[in-house]
């Protein structure tokens, strides 16, 4: 039997104007927002729908900007009676599918998702870490890249988004060196990208100790649908792997084509993205390429994308 997967976008899809649409046309939506703006104590529609950017990119209030935005269109998306049989989210993203699964309140993760930005920023002092993309390398062949160039500082893959496109994150020099390295062995194209801290590699570590403090406070349910995880690309088994998995998740690779693969071995035809930008269906359709699978992939943001959603509750 064919099955739907809600997917979750992570940081980096942000833009003002999310969700604005959604929560002029679905009460369910501006509930969603007003109980964001209760919870930090910060006006999330103002923040969202006028911005100005310095303030929406900053790493604490976009991680929480981006979760409301995606549940806001959740919960617009549940009204209509429009489900699915397995989540996931991409970094932020799957903290949008632990609450679609009810492992924990929307309230709760949306103040640990503040948290976690400014836990992930304070981590690394700017002008120490940076990231880059590596396009067309062998996942293999660029591992071998990563090994060469540690002697350098840190560096490690902190994204497998898809067939031909990783993201490296460490350590300035040693990052430069492995782009430059990578170039050599046959990249397409490898670039330094604009962020504000070297995410999902050791360095974040520290991040991860906080979090954890945050986490084992909070009431966490067992999964009420399958949960696929970024750290391992595993179906979330229990509420007490919950914790594990979102600590590792700050300084690990994100295992996205991993878990798009693992879902469409599950029977996953149909991915809907929910949230801002439409990055993970470019990333599905070239997995599900890569992989001779024919799946539908929609992505949810404002009132058109979702009137052309034809899955029908």
Known sequence: MSKTAFVFPGQGSQYIGMGKEIVGNFKIAKTTFEEASDCLHLDMEKLCFEGPDEELIKTENTQPAILTTSVAILRAMEELGIGCEMT???SLGEY?????????????????????????????PLGVGVMAAILGLERQ?????????????????????????????????AVKVAVKKALELGAKKAV????????HCSLLKPAGEKLKEDLQSLSINS???PVVTNAEA????????????LVNQV???????????????????????????????????RIGKSLDKKINIYSIEDMASLKALPVKP
């Open 234 to 245: 595993k179906i979330l088994s229990c509420k007490s792997k919950v914790i594990d998995s």
């Open 251 to 285: 300084s690990k690779s994100v295992l996205w084509q991993d878990s798009v693969e693992l879902m469409i071995e599950n029977d996953v035809e149909t991915f809907i993205e929910i949230g801002p930008g439409k990055t993970l269906a470019s990333f599905i359709k």
């Open 192 to 199: 330094l990208l604009p962020v504000s801290a070297p995410f």
């Open 223 to 225: 999964p009420e649908i």
């Open 88 to 90: 996931a989210g991409l």
């Open 141 to 173: 062949v660029l591992e071998k890249c990563l090994n060469s160039c540690s002697q350098y500082g840190i560096v490690e893959a902190a994204n497998f988004n898809s067939p031909g496109q990783i993201v490296i994150s460490g350590e300035i020099e």
């Open 96 to 124: 949008g599918s632990l609450v679609k699964s009810n492992v924990f309140s929307f309230s709760d993760a949306v103040q640990l998702v503040k948290k976690r930005g400014k836990y992930m920023q304070e981590a690394v």
